[in-house]
C-alpha cells in the first residue's frame, strides 16, 4: 500500500473523531505477526507486554499459532493478566526483578497465580527479600528465572557493549544463583532469560547512516558469536542444577539469530508488532507500521508552517532526536530544530495545504509507550474503525 493510499484511508475511516487518538491498523498488525512467527522458524514467541499494553490485542495475538504467554513487565500487571475468568494467558514471566512488597504477597495468597506467574530473579538478595515479605513456609513454591546479563564484555571487562541490567554473566555466576535457589525453601527455579538488547534493540541499517550500519553489524557479528557460546554453556550449566522449563532469549531485532541457538527454548518480541519508527532502520525485516496518532492543526504561524495540538509523546531511552515522534501524514513535514515536539504544541515545516482544523499524524518512536497517552486504541480494519481496544490506561491502570 503507497503512502497517500494509507493517509486516504486512515482520514477517511476516522473522520467522524476528534483528534487526539490513536489508530491501531489490524491488518498491518495480523501481517507483522505472521512475519514473526515466521522469522522465529518454529520457536515459541513469548508476547511482550511493555510493547502492547493492551489486553485485547495480547488476546489477538496469543490466538494465533506460534505465539505462547507473555513477557510482563510488572508483578502487578502479571497479577492482572492471569487472574479472574476472563485472564489473558495462564504463563506469565515477569521480565524484570519485583520489589513490590503488596504485589508478592498478593501473589503469595494466591495458588492460581502462583501457578502461573514466574518471578525474574538476578542476585540473593531478590530471594532475601521475598522471604522477608513472605516467609517459605506461609507461600506455595513461587517460580523464578535467572535474569543471565546477555551484553558483550571486552578488553577485560573494560568495554561494555549491551545494557547493565544482571550482574550475572558467566556460566560460574548462573551456577552459583541457581544453587542459592536450589537450597532455598518456597521458590523453584525454572527458567533462564538473557535478552541481548546490543542485537535486538539496535538499527543495524539506520537511514543516511551508512558507515554506523557497518560498525553495528560488525559488533553485532561479534556479539550475537560471543553469546550463543556463553548462553549455551550458562543453559548446560544451570541444567545441572535444576531442569530448566523455559530458556527465553531474543527480541524483534534479534529472532532470527537467537532461535536458531539450539539452546533457546522460546523468543520474546512485542516491538515488531506494532512498528514503530525505530524498527525501520533493520535489513532482516520490513514490518508494516500498525500505530498512528493524530492531533490538530491549531495554528498557522508562518508561510510552510503549522503548530498542532501537543504531539509531543517523546520515546524512552538516551535524549536524541531518534526519541521524538516522526510527523507522517501529510509527507513532508518536519518539526523545527530549536523547538523539537512539545508537550502542548508543535511548529512543524512543510505545511503545504495545511489548514486550521486539520490533521496530523505521527508514528512513535518505540512501541507501547503511545498508550500512555491514551485511553484506547481505534482499531481499524479494512477501511473502516470499528473496535475500541482499551489500552491498560484507559483501564484505570487496574494492576498498578
Request: charged content about 25%; overall charge neutral.
Amino acid at each position: 500500500m503507497t503512502a497517500d493510499r494509507l493517509h486516504e484511508r486512515l482520514e477517511r475511516a476516522t473522520a467522524d473523531l476528534d483528534p487526539p487518538f490513536a489508530v491501531l491498523d489490524l491488518d498491518a498488525l495480523d501481517a507483522n505477526a505472521a512475519d514473526l512467527t515466521v522469522r522465529a522458524g518454529g520457536k515459541p514467541i513469548r508476547v511482550a507486554s511493555k510493547s502492547v499494553r493492551c489486553r485485547a490485542v495480547l488476546r489477538r495475538v496469543l490466538a494465533r499459532p506460534g505465539f505462547a504467554g507473555v513477557l510482563g513487565y510488572s508483578l502487578r500487571e502479571a497479577l492482572w493478566l492471569t487472574s479472574g475468568d476472563d485472564a489473558v494467558s495462564d504463563d506469565v514471566v515477569v521480565g524484570y526483578p519485583s520489589v513490590d512488597r503488596a504485589a508478592l504477597r498478593a501473589l503469595a495468597a494466591d495458588e492460581r497465580a502462583a501457578a502461573r506467574i514466574t518471578l525474574m530473579v538476578d542476585s540473593p538478595d531478590h530471594l532475601d527479600l521475598i522471604d522477608d515479605v513472605v516467609p517459605p513456609g506461609r507461600r506455595p513454591g513461587l517460580r523464578v528465572c535467572l535474569d543471565v546479563d546477555a551484553s558483550l564484555r571486552t578488553a577485560g571487562g573494560r568495554v561494555h557493549i549491551g545494557v547493565r541490567r544482571s550482574p550475572v554473566h558467566t556460566p560460574e555466576d548462573a551456577v552459583a544463583l541457581a544453587r542459592r535457589v536450589a537450597a532455598r525453601d518456597g521458590v523453584r527455579l525454572v527458567g533462564l532469560m538473557a535478552y541481548e538488547a546490543q542485537i535486538a534493540g539496535v538499527q543495524d541499517a539506520p537511514a543516511g547512516r551508512r558507515l554506523r550500519g557497518l560498525a553495528v553489524r560488525g559488533l553485532q557479528s561479534v556479539s550475537a558469536r560471543e553469546l550463543a557460546a556463553r548462553r549455551a554453556a550458562v543453559v548446560a550449566a544451570v541444567s545441572e542444577v535444576a531442569p530448566l522449563e523455559f530458556v527465553n532469549g531474543g527480541g524483534t531485532g534479534s529472532l532470527e539469530r537467537t532461535a536458531v541457538e539450539d539452546a533457546v527454548t522460546e523468543v520474546a518480541a512485542g516491538s515488531g508488532l506494532y512498528s514503530p519508527v525505530l524498527f525501520d532502520g533493520y535489513r532482516a525485516f520490513a514490518a508494516r507500521p500498525a500505530t498512528f496518532y493524530a492531533v490538530p492543526v491549531t495554528r498557522a504561524p508562518a508561510a510552510g508552517v503549522v503548530t498542532v495540538a501537543g504531539g509531543g509523546w517523546i520515546a524512552s531511552g538516551p535524549p536524541g532526536a531518534d526519541r521524538l515522534p516522526t510527523p507522517t501524514f501529510p509527507a513532508g513535514l518536519r518539526w523545527l530544530p530549536t523547538e523539537g515536539t512539545g508537550e502542548v504544541q508543535t511548529p512543524l515545516r512543510g505545511a503545504g495545504d495545511l489548514r486550521v482544523g486539520n490533521r496530523v499524524w505521527f508514528r512513535h518512536a518505540k512501541a507501547g509507550e503511545v498508550c500512555e497517552h491514551v485511553d484506547e486504541l481505534h482499531a481499524l480494519a479494512g477501511d473502516a474503525v470499528g473496535d475500541r481496544f482499551r489500552t491498560y490506561r484507559g483501564e484505570g491502570q487496574a494492576f498498578g
